[in-house]
Every structure is written in structure tokens, then in C-alpha cells.
């Protein structure tokens, strides 16, 4: 018979207590004999076929491997009884048919098979069995026995019969508390499974990675799954991969739109073969998916945790809301997660402000105390300025000169990031040659040069297309990394300026063998007020490269940063090609 007709698992210890059944049976089977045919008195009166003496040795022959075999196999307990319910029926009706028939005193072991099949099967199934069994035992005695009043025999089919429901009833009694019981205890057992997944998640100190893992090897865990996933919502809407237990799934992988709806549903079963299995799984093996969504505590979307099972299968009561609690803590302990990351990044913003801040304000005393100590110094020598000699008055007007340009240049750093950041620069954008604005700006900074003994390069092609760029602006960018270069290399150092044509713009990089900058400090150099620690005691106040990033993004272009093949920086940007074939 198939499984299916099998009740619910019944406690283990139901073939034990069968067992002790079974030879109490067997006693009290003996005891009647004994009572109904005492040795003093051995006549009989109907005829007896086999000696009571040899059907007790089989009996025992019989029920010995028969109790190893129950004790050892369980086969009520465990849904597996038609062998042990098959030998005992026949037994059974052997021995009532050989003994006497309805007469038998050994009609007793005929509740064994009575009990078994009460037990073993549901309510529907084991009230047939009971009345086929009756009707068997019936059929038997009528056969074997001497002939007697019918009212005896349907009194006795009738008593077997309100024994075996009775068992019936009994025994849907006993699966009842034990439904009760499994159920408590896989109750508690997931309430277990859950602190632990909590605990864990607790340990895992806000962080949001480690909370990944911790969820992903829990759901894997306790569904026996192939893999599972985490996929988060990107700002911009799209899924990709947070964190995941194949090396199948890439971090950061876009999956995609998802081909199920993304409603409030708490628990959403797919498989390989309906209308909306997912085109991201990539396991040829994997034939269903579980997906739980991942909301905040104000059931915003967060994300989507997803389970790989090998097999299809239904899944149980427990284990939904196993995964539903899991999804629904997990959206809880994400959104604390992100919540927390989010006001650390603020915190860390606050302080890098703060740095930035003191940085600035001690970068500005600096520019400006130094011009002024200068002038405050000559401004004594003002008076006699006639009476110097020619030679002393040209170094004093030209010391002037310079500070004074070094004050203007700081001012006029400050308000064009002022005017930057409020979007009032426009651009008057022409066809420019990159090339003649190079040996211009080049030129123009050759007293410097000289005084460093610096030496420069230049490898700009021939044929160099013109860039769309606004020529004072060009000028701004590069001067700005020139003078960086200028400031920070050693003297006798070299300046390289290299240009080439990409796809739709103009590469131009300024390479240089100075010191360089850290790898961690390039992601922040181009900020406003940002000064690398190592070049504190020459950096201005900040500026330069954040007015030049503006610049170029003002142009539809980009700058970066990268080691030189010189062996320190060297600062790269990108302007679009000219629109017009005539530079300027």
C-alpha cells in the first residue's frame, strides 16, 4: 500500500509497549487453557488437530524473533507495518483454525492483529482493515469450528469489532498528543534555532557584512539548501548581489528586474519549470527558489534573501515561518545595520570636516602671514627707497610684486571656489590647440623653472586633434597641476606633459619624479581644503586641484591621479574633441 496511507508517526516507543501487549496476550492465552481444560480433567469436546503442548513451543518459537525483530525495526512506530501485521493475521488464523475454531481458547492472539492494524493506519484505512480481519477470523471459525448457535458467532464478530474501534479510537487519541508533542518540540526547537541565528547576528557588532554571512549560513543550514544569496537594492533601484555562498554569484552583480512581483508577499516558492523562474541562477541543478523579502521597520524594500534548493519539494508549516521569521529579523537587523554604517559615515564625514577645517585655517594663516612678515619687513625701507642703490630697489619692488601676487592668487582661489560651488562660472568654449596653450603655459612659468633647475618634457603628437575647451579655464587646469609640480619636486627634477586622443576627447597627463602621493589619499585630493599630510609644509590651502576637478567637470571631462613612470604622480585629465576643425 502506498506511504501516503500510513498515519503521522506515532511515539517510539508504541512497538515496546505492542510488545508488552503481545505477550501478555500470549499469558493470559495460557492461563485460559489452563482454566478450561486443567490437566486433572483432559477430555475435550470437540476435536483438537494439533497438541496445545506444540502450539505453545511455536508459539514461542514464533514471538521471540518476532519481539528482537519489533524492538529492533520499530515497524509500527516508523510507518512499516504490513509484514509483522501479515504474520501475525495468519498466525493467528492458523493456530484458531487448528485448535477449535470459535471454540479456541487461542483466539485471544487475534487482538495482536486487531491492535497492529488499529495503530498502524489512518482512521479510514484501519476501520476497514478491522472489519476485513473480523470478517476473517468470522469466515475461520465458521469453517473450523463445531457447529454451533449463529448468535455466539455474531456476538463474537460483533466484540472484536467494538475492540478494534475502540483501538482505532485509542489510537488517533495517541497520535493526537504526539502531533501535539512533535509539534511543541519543533516549536522550541526553531525558537532554539532562532536565538542562535540572533545571537549570532548580535555578535556580528553592526556589521554588515558579517550579518550577511550570518544569515546566509543559517538559511543554507537549516533547509539543507545547494546556495543562497542576499541581493540589496542599489539607490538607484537596481538588485545586485550583497553577499552569497556559491562563487557562482559575483559581489556587486546586477541580477537584474526580477520576474515575480515585488509586492509584500512573505515568502515567494519558484520553480525551474513556471513562468517565473529567475534567469540569475546559474546551477543546472538547482530546481527551486525561495525567496524572502527583506523590508525595514518601515517596510521599506530592502532587498531579497534567496535559498537554492536541488530538489522541489513542499515546504512544511514550520519551515515557512521559519524562513518568514528569518526574512522579517533579518530586514530589522539589516536596516539597524545600515542605519548604524550611515551615522558612522556621518561621524567620520563630521571629523574629516573637522580636519579639513583646522587644515585650511592653519594652511590660510600660513599664505597669508607669510606675504605679509614681507612686507611688514620692507615696508621701513619704503622711506629711504631713493637712497638705496638701483640694485637693492629692484629686489625690494620685485619681493613686493610677488607677495602681493601670492595674495591676490589666494584670494582669487577662495572666491572662484566660491563661485564653483555656487554653479556662477560659464564656459566660452572654442576649438583649442592643446599643443601652442602647453608651450604658452610653459613659457610662462620659465623663470620658475629656471630657479629650480627643473627640466621638462613634452610629448604632444603632431597631429594632435583641437580640444573644445575654454582657453582661460585650460590654462587654470593646467597651471594649477604645473605649479603642484613645481612645488613639490625636487629641484633638478623632471616635468613630463604627454597628450594623446581617445575615443571622443583628448588625454592630457603631467608627469613628475617627486614624492608622489599615497594610494589612500587619492580618492580625497581633489576635495576642497584637502592637503596630503606628507606635503603639509609646502600645500597652499587646498585648492588648486579642487578648482581644477571643478573645471574640468564643468568641461564634460575627468582627472585622476596614478603613479608615474617618472616615478612620482602623475595627474591626468580629459577634455572633449573640438566640435569645429579650426583651433583658435
Not at 502450539?55 to 519489533?70: D, M
Not at 468470522?138 to 455466539?152: F, K, M, R, S, Y
Not at 515557512?320 to 559615515?345: I, P, S, V
Request: net charge negative; glycine share 6%.
Amino acid at each position: 500500500m502506498p506511504q501516503q496511507n500510513l498515519s503521522r508517526p506515532l511515539p517510539e516507543e508504541t512497538d515496546a509497549y505492542l510488545l508488552a501487549l503481545r505477550w501478555g496476550i500470549i499469558v493470559a492465552t495460557a492461563i485460559m487453557y489452563w482454566l478450561m481444560h486443567p490437566p486433572a480433567k483432559p477430555s475435550f469436546t470437540y476435536p483438537v488437530l494439533l497438541d496445545p503442548r506444540m502450539v505453545f513451543a511455536f508459539l514461542l518459537a514464533y514471538n521471540i524473533p518476532i519481539s528482537f525483530y519489533s524492538l529492533r525495526e520499530r515497524p509500527i512506530a516508523t510507518g512499516k507495518p504490513w509484514l509483522l501485521l501479515l504474520s501475525d493475521t495468519v498466525v493467528a488464523l492458523a493456530l484458531i483454525g487448528e485448535t477449535g475454531g470459535h471454540v479456541s481458547t487461542f483466539s485471544l492472539l487475534y487482538i495482536i492483529a486487531l491492535v497492529e492494524a488499529a495503530l498502524a493506519f489512518r482512521r479510514k484505512t484501519a476501520l476497514m482493515l478491522i472489519l476485513l480481519l473480523d470478517a476473517l477470523q468470522l469466515l475461520v471459525c465458521t469453517l473450523t469450528g463445531p457447529e454451533t448457535d449463529p448468535v455466539i458467532i455474531t456476538n463474537r464478530f460483533i466484540v472484536f469489532l467494538i475492540f478494534g474501534i475502540s483501538a482505532v479510537i485509542f489510537g488517533e487519541g495517541i497520535r493526537s498528543e504526539e502531533a501535539e508533542r512533535q509539534e511543541a518540540a519543533a516549536a522550541a526547537a526553531r525558537e532554539h534555532t532562532l536565538n542562535e541565528i540572533f545571537f549570532r547576528l548580535g555578535e556580528s557588532g553592526m556589521n554588515p557584512q558579517k550579518m550577511l554571512r550570518v544569515l546566509l549560513n543559517s538559511a543554507q543550514q537549516l533547509l539543507n539548501a545547494a546556495g543562497a544569496l542576499i541581493a540589496l537594492y542599489e539607490e538607484d533601484g537596481t538588485l545586485k548581489v550583497a553577499a552569497a555562498t556559491s562563487e557562482d554569484y559575483k559581489l556587486g552583480e546586477n541580477l537584474g528586474a526580477l520576474p515575480w512581483p515585488t509586492n509584500n508577499e512573505p515568502l515567494l516558492v519558484t520553480r525551474r519549470d513556471d513562468a517565473a523562474w529567475p534567469s540569475f541562477v546559474k546551477r543546472n541543478d538547482v530546481r527551486q527558489l525561495l525567496a524572502v523579502p527583506l523590508h525595514s521597520a518601515t517596510q521599506q524594500a530592502l532587498g531579497w534573501l534567496i535559498v537554492e534548493m536541488k530538489r522541489a519539494t513542499s515546504l512544511s508549516t514550520t519551515d515557512r515561518n521559519l524562513l518568514k521569521t528569518l526574512g522579517l529579523e533579518a530586514g530589522l537587523a539589516l536596516h539597524n545595520a545600515q542605519l548604524y554604517a550611515r551615522e558612522q559615515a556621518h561621524v567620520q564625514q563630521l571629523e574629516r570636516f573637522s580636519e579639513m577645517r583646522a587644515n585650511f585655517f592653519s594652511a590660510l594663516g600660513h599664505e597669508l602671514k607669510t606675504p605679509l612678515t614681507v612686507l611688514k619687513t620692507l615696508v621701513p625701507s619704503l622711506n629711504r627707497l631713493p637712497e638705496l642703490p638701483p640694485e637693492t630697489r629692484a629686489e625690494i619692488t620685485q619681493s613686493i610684486q610677488i607677495n602681493l601676487e601670492r595674495l591676490d592668487l589666494l584670494i582669487n582661489e577662495l572666491f572662484e571656489s566660491l563661485r564653483l560651488e555656487a554653479n556662477m562660472i560659464t564656459l566660452h568654449t572654442v576649438p583649442l590647440d592643446i599643443a601652442s596653450r602647453v608651450r604658452r603655459n610653459l613659457a610662462a612659468l620659465k623663470p620658475v623653472l629656471e630657479q629650480k633647475s627643473l627640466r621638462t618634457e613634452t610629448n604632444l603628437p603632431a597631429d594632435l586633434p583641437p580640444a573644445q575647451a575654454d582657453p582661460h579655464r585650460f590654462d587654470q587646469i593646467l597651471g594649477n597641476l604645473l605649479h603642484n609640480a613645481i612645488k613639490f619636486i625636487p629641484e633638478g627634477g623632471t616635468i613630463r606633459i604627454s597628450a594623446q586622443v581617445e575615443e571622443n576627447s583628448i588625454r592630457l597627463c603631467v608627469d613628475d619624479n617627486g614624492p608622489g602621493i599615497p594610494p589612500e589619499d587619492r580618492k580625497q585630493i581633489f576635495n576642497k581644503f584637502t592637503i596630503v599630510a606628507q606635503r603639509k609644509a609646502t600645500a597652499g590651502v587646498g585648492l588648486g586641484l579642487f578648482i581644477s576637478r571643478e573645471l574640468v567637470h564643468l568641461h564634460g571631462g575627468t582627472i585622476w591621479v596614478e603613479d608615474s613612470p617618472l616615478g612620482g604622480s602623475r595627474f591626468c585629465f580629459t577634455l572633449p574633441l573640438a566640435l569645429e576643425s579650426e583651433p583658435e
